[in-house]
Each structure stands twice: as structure tokens, then as C-alpha cells.
């Protein structure tokens, strides 16, 4: 309760605001470290020791606790309106880890199925490791590969010459440079239909906190926020992207321009061939590249994490246009208004103005009773209780003076009554 009325009290200049955020997300970095530590156990005992089953501990804390702390944060991020306090009780916190596991399952699941064609890239290639593949074999696969993509794409380039009238043939060899050309295309698409899921799904964790604070089915919001939206999102992803930018350029400065330090594309080749051989590869360059790596991965990678955060719950919850009407009360079961919507008071409902009441014409009244005409009812509005011909008749024979001193029952409710003629 002390956290909560902290949190009431105070509002966080936009500067601690960052700081406590990027604070959290190096713990959050640490605790995926310590999450990952169990795959050690693969390395440190020898094969086929039972130590080994000790690594399954990793997927376990991967599902079970890291993916419910990930919609922990998106609950501490998402602030209601003129609020701004991150509260690591909150951001820590397991409360409601049904619906957190749930949902997160949810998200990996969506996610998993954009990253079908990258794992099973991966589970080919470890077939071929755990079956003890030569490799030789996978080189001359790999050369041949090349030489038939080579060929696939001449004869297609040739097709199209001859359609326009150039006989000219284009004729090209093929081989192991194609092959790897080739692999590297293919693990490229699916590394960007894989983020192509990641984009899409990036959302949802901010959504869901914002339909738990307003009482709302998630599912069902997040379908409603993201519907014809996905260029929008897509140009937000770019936007985020672009945080990555001097980490990038980091790297490219230190490892792959020509005044870098390091030859990555050379040593990487040259570890490659090493694996192919079956030899011990020579992992020196490995470890001289650890330092820069981790300089700039806590200069210019960590510090941009919160802005790349923000810019994802601010096109979830804040985007112009998409606020969801709350209910009569402005907010649902207690629940804090979110940062979508702006406070609103509830005008209290007013019954419509009741329409003038019917005036009845006194000569064709006489004249339709002398007549005798069978009785006839006259539509009016319903919830309206029936009048008396004789009444009605004879409060439209009364004189000017007499109304003032005895008003008309139509009058009294302020309702037009149907009435029957005779």
C-alpha cells in the first residue's frame, strides 16, 4: 500500500523517469544472463553424464519466468493519465501470473509461427551436425548447390531475351561463392520474416496492460487497435530501428571497414572452413573481439533501450484516434484511467422533451360526433395512458377563461395522450 500511495504523491520528472527505466532494463538483462547459466551445464560435465539434463532448467525459467516479467513492465510502463512514476514493485511483480503466462504463451505462440521457416533452416543444419555429416560432403552440397542456382537463374534470364529479341545467352559456371551467396539470402529472408512477427506482435504486451486498466478483453483490443494499422506499425518499427543506428555504425567502424582492427569476414571464413574440416579452429579473434563488443554494447545499445520502449507503448496506447470509450463511470472496477484517454465526466442521462400536446379541432369534433362515425384511434406516442372521448370533448368546449382555472388532463403530465372519437 505505501508503494501505491507513493505512486499517487509523486510524479517523476521525465529524467528520473529514464534513469529508473534503464535501470531496469540492466536488471532485466542480468536476469536473462542468469536464466541462460544452465546451458553451461552442457559444457562444464562430459557427454552423456545426467548433469546434462540440467539444461533444460533454461526453456523452464525462459516460459515460466522471464516471458510473465516481460508484461510485468508493459503494466509499470503504461501510466494513467497525468501520471508518471515506474514502480519496480510493479515491473517485478507476479501478481495475476495466470493471466500474465497466459498471455505471454499467446505471444510466443504468434510469434513462433512468423519463425517456422528460420528453425527449420537450424534444425536441418544441427541434423546434419548430430549426424556426423563430413565436411567435405557439406562443402561439395553447398558448391553444388551454387552451380544449379546459377544455372535456374540463366535459363530464366535467357527465357526473357528470347521473348524480346535478344539471342544473346548468358551462360555462367556456378559454384561454391554462389552456393554460400545463395544460403545467406535464404537465412536473410528468414530472419526478416521472422521480425516481420516480432513487429507485429510487439504491441500486444502494452495493449493488454491497457484493457487490464480499463477492464477491457484484451484479445479482442488488441485486434481493435492494430486493425489497418499495420503500415503505421510498420513505420514505428523503422523508427525503432533507427535507435539501433549507432550501435551499428559501431560495429562496422571496428570490425568490417577497412580501418578496422579486426578482419571479422576473413576470421569468420576462416573459422568456417576450420568447422567444415573437422579441425580445431583458432578462437584468438574471439577473444580479443569481446572488449569493443561489450563497450559498445553498454554505450550505445543499453542507453537507447527505454526510448525504444516508449516508441512502441506510445503507437499501442497513445495513438491519436484509437482512444476506446470507457464506461458511464470513466473507468472500470477501480481501475486507473490509462494514458489513452482523458478524463470525462458522466452527464446524466435527460428524458427527451415531451412533444406539444394535440390540439383538437372543436367544429369537425361536433360534427364527426353528430354523425355517429364508428370510433376511430389515432396513433400517438406509446407509454401514454388513454383519455375519455367525453373528457376530451369536453375540455375542448371550454372557454378561454375556464382553461386558466382547470388545465387539461393532457397537460398535467406533460405528455400528448391518444385519445379514441366517437
Known amino acids: 500500500m505505501a508503494t501505491n500511495k507513493a505512486e499517487t ?113 537450424v534444425g536441418y543444419s544441427l541434423y546434419l551436425v548430430i549426424r556426423g555429416t563430413d565436411g567435405f560432403t557439406i562443402w561439395n552440397s553447398i558448391e553444388d548447390l551454387g552451380r544449379a542456382a546459377t544455372q535456374s ?61 480499463t477492464g477491457l478483453k484484451p484479445r479482442g483490443e488488441i485486434r481493435r487497435r492494430l486493425r489497418n494499422l499495420r503500415i503505421k506499425q510498420l513505420l514505428c518499427a523503422v523508427v525503432n530501428l533507427a535507435a539501433w543506428t549507432p550501435f551499428l555504425y559501431y560495429l562496422y567502424r571496428t570490425y568490417v571497414s577497412a580501418q578496422a582492427n579486426f578482419k571479422i569476414i576473413q576470421d569468420v571464413t576462416t573459422l568456417g572452413v576450420y568447422l567444415i574440416a573437422g579441425a580445431a579452429p583458432d578462437l584468438s579473434f574471439v577473444n580479443a573481439m569481446i572488449g569493443p563488443l561489450l563497450l559498445g554494447f553498454c554505450t550505445l545499445y543499453i542507453p537507447f533501450l527505454p526510448l525504444r520502449r516508449y516508441m512502441t507503448a506510445y503507437f499501442a496506447v497513445k495513438r491519436p484516434g484509437g482512444e476506446h470509450a470507457l ?27 415531451p412533444p406539444p400536446p394535440a390540439v383538437l379541432d372543436e367544429a369537425q369534433l361536433t360534427e364527426d360526433s353528430c354523425a355517429g362515425k364508428s370510433e376511430e384511434t389515432v396513433p400517438v406516442p406509446p407509454n401514454v395512458e388513454p383519455v375519455h372521448p367525453a373528457e376530451l370533448y369536453a375540455d375542448s368546449s371550454l372557454t378561454e377563461e375556464s382553461r386558466q382555472h382547470k388545465p387539461r388532463s393532457s397537460q398535467q403530465g406533460g405528455d400528448s395522450r391518444s385519445f379514441t372519437m366517437e
Not at 19 to 27: I, N, S, V
Not at 328 to 352: C, I, T
Open 9 to 121: 504523491l509523486i510524479k517523476q520528472n521525465p529524467l528520473e523517469f529514464y534513469l529508473r527505466t534503464l535501470l531496469y532494463m540492466m536488471m532485466s538483462l542480468v536476469i536473462r544472463a542468469v536464466a541462460f547459466l544452465p546451458l553451461l551445464a552442457l559444457l562444464l560435465f562430459p557427454r552423456g553424464s545426467p548433469w546434462h539434463y540440467g539444461a533444460l532448467l533454461c526453456p523452464a525459467l525462459l516460459l515460466f519466468f522471464l516471458l510473465p516479467l516481460r508484461f510485468s513492465f508493459a503494466d509499470a510502463l503504461v501510466q494513467p493519465a497525468g501520471r508518471r512514476f515506474f514502480d519496480f514493485q510493479k515491473a517485478l511483480s507476479f501478481r495475476r501470473y495466470g493471466e500474465k503466462l497466459g498471455e505471454s504463451m499467446l505471444h510466443t505462440l504468434s510469434v513462433f509461427k512468423w519463425g517456422i521457416p528460420l528453425a527449420g533452416v
Open 153 to 213: 537463374w540463366c535459363r530464366v534470364v535467357n527465357f526473357f531475351r528470347n521473348l524480346f529479341g535478344n539471342h544473346v545467352t548468358l551462360a555462367l559456371e556456378g559454384g561454391l561463392q554462389q552456393g554460400f551467396i545463395l544460403l545467406l539470402v535464404v537465412l536473410g529472408l528468414c530472419l526478416l520474416l521472422l521480425y516481420w512477427g516480432v513487429m507485429r506482435n510487439s504491441a500486444s504486451r502494452y495493449i493488454w496492460a491497457y484493457a487490464s486498466h
Open 327 to 353: 464506461p458511464a463511470n470513466g473507468r472500470s472496477s477501480g481501475a486507473p484511467l490509462p494514458v489513452s484517454q482523458e478524463p470525462m465526466d458522466a452527464e446524466p442521462l435527460s428524458a427527451p422533451a
